[in-house]
C-alpha cells in the first residue's frame, strides 16, 4: 500500500481538554494500550531509580503517551519531540498543574492505573 492508505481505517481516541485558570489548554487522549499500560507500571515502580526519580520518570512517561496538545498562552505545541521538550522547560506551576491534570485524567478514565 501507498503512503496514501495507511492511516485509513484507524480509529483515534477521544480527547479531553483541560483548562487552568490562565486559560491554557492540555489535550489528552483518552484511551491508553495495554502495552503502555504496563510499561508505565515497571516505570513508576523501578527498582533501579529513587523513588522519586521514578515518579518524576512515571509523569514524564505519562505526559508522553497522553498528551496530544499543550496551549501555553495562545502558542499550540504539537508532537511528541516538540512536547516533551517544553515539558521540560515547563516551570514549577505548570508542572504541578500537568501532574494535578493526568492524576484526575486517570482517576476518571483509567481507575485501574495507579497515579504518580
Known sequence: MGKRN?????????????RDAEGNVLVLRGSMSPLTR???ASVLHDQGRSTDDSWQRATEFLFERLVERWIVHEVPTEGQQELLMRYRIATTDERRWIRDVLREHLAE????????
Not at 478514565?109 to 504518580?116: I, K, R
Open 109 to 116: 478514565h483509567f481507575p485501574d492505573v495507579e497515579a504518580p
Open 38 to 40: 504496563r510499561k508505565y
Open 6 to 18: 495507511r492511516g485509513r481505517g484507524r480509529l483515534s481516541a477521544a480527547t479531553i481538554d483541560y
